[in-house]
């Protein structure tokens, strides 16, 4: 988890039912620098990406980032690793942009600039390339990797700002 109080703790989510009674402790903890506002994990190695100030790249066994990222001097609102090309983080931020790292070459890919904030985005488990942002102004947009600098499709009907809820974890039993 990671917290605007700057914390973002490691839980051990395979505790037992027994285990209900008793408060649950995290098993590491670390400070960042910044507020923070999204985490994600990366899916084969030990690292999560924290959303800040910077895009901070972490190893659970470590106690500060071993890579950050910024793209101005903007603040990052959410962040997602891509599943299948598992080096490319995607980010909404403040400035209204929708960006794409690349952990490999320690550098930005890509940045569109829309005309109001997003605030979360998903990628598609099956086609690497594409993502998709949800934004503040009740639409959705897709984007491609490849074409840059434009959403490719506009999802639109909301009533109200599309957001994102990860889906619900409900313990077995």
């Known amino acids: 988890t990671a917290s605007r109080d700057r914390t973002i703790k490691l839980w051990d989510t395979d505790t037992s039912i027994a285990d209900?009674?008793?408060?649950?402790?995290?098993?590491?903890?670390?400070?960042?620098?910044s507020p923070l506002s999204g985490i994600d994990h990366h899916r084969t190695e030990s690292t999560f990406a924290t959303a800040g100030h910077n895009l901070d790249l972490w190893d659970v066994n470590r106690t500060r980032p071993v890579?950050?990222?910024n793209w101005g001097d903007e603040t990052i609102n959410a962040c997602k690793f891509n599943k299948i090309e598992v080096h490319l983080v995607a980010c909404c931020m403040n400035d209204r942009g929708v960006c794409v790292y690349d952990t490999r070459t320690k550098a930005g890919h890509s940045k569109t600039i829309m005309d109001l904030?997003?605030?979360?985005?998903?990628?598609?488990?099956?086609?690497?390339n594409m993502f998709v942002a949800s934004s503040d102004d009740w639409n959705c947009y897709l984007f491609d990797l490849r074409v840059t600098g434009r959403p490719r499709s506009v999802f639109q009907g909301h009533i109200h700002p599309v957001i994102h809820h990860e889906k619900a974890f409900h313990p077995p039993g």
């Open 117 to 128: 904030t997003c605030t979360s985005l998903s990628w598609n488990p099956m086609d690497p």
């Open 20 to 33: 209900t009674d008793a408060a649950v402790q995290p098993i590491a903890e670390y400070l960042s620098e």
């Open 67 to 69: 890579q950050s990222f």
